[in-house]
């Protein structure tokens, strides 16, 4: 057998080798971790950034009320404009009919009154 004194130094050269090998895998595994985490950040901002670019594309909820306020009466005066006018239309036919009705009668009346 040997010294045990002389195979100590070679046993803590390997206990050390050991030890800078595990700290080094140690050291790899939480560079990649930073690495995917980083990744994962990236992304997350990315998208984070699209929902502000589409928040900021629509409309708020006043100028909507308010623009929506604008459309009905501009609507609510074509409709009193458009029945005001189905209603002038309406009597212009009754006025247009009676006065028919009348020159017809006329007409009829003057041709019996010519025949007889």
């Known amino acids: 057998m040997g ?3 002389e195979h100590q130094p070679t046993a803590i050269e390997r206990l050390r080798r050991e ?9 790899r595994a939480v560079t990649i971790a ?3 985490i980083d990744k994962r950040l990236d992304a997350m ?3 984070r950034a699209a929902l502000n670019d589409q928040a900021r594309s629509f409309v708020a909820r ?3 009320d308010l623009r929506m306020e604008n459309v009905n009466t501009r609507l609510s005066a074509t409709e009193k404009f458009q029945n005001n006018l189905q209603g002038r239309i309406a009597v212009w036919g009754v006025v247009g ?3 028919g009705s009348v020159v017809v009668s006329v007409v009829v009346f003057l ?3 010519v025949l007889r």
């Open 3 to 5: 010294d045990p004194i």
């Open 19 to 27: 030890v800078d090998l595990q700290f080094d895998l140690r050291d």
């Open 34 to 36: 930073h690495r995917n």
């Open 45 to 47: 901002n990315e998208f």
């Open 62 to 64: 006043s100028e909507l």
């Open 97 to 99: 009919g009676l006065i």
């Open 111 to 113: 041709i019996l009154r």
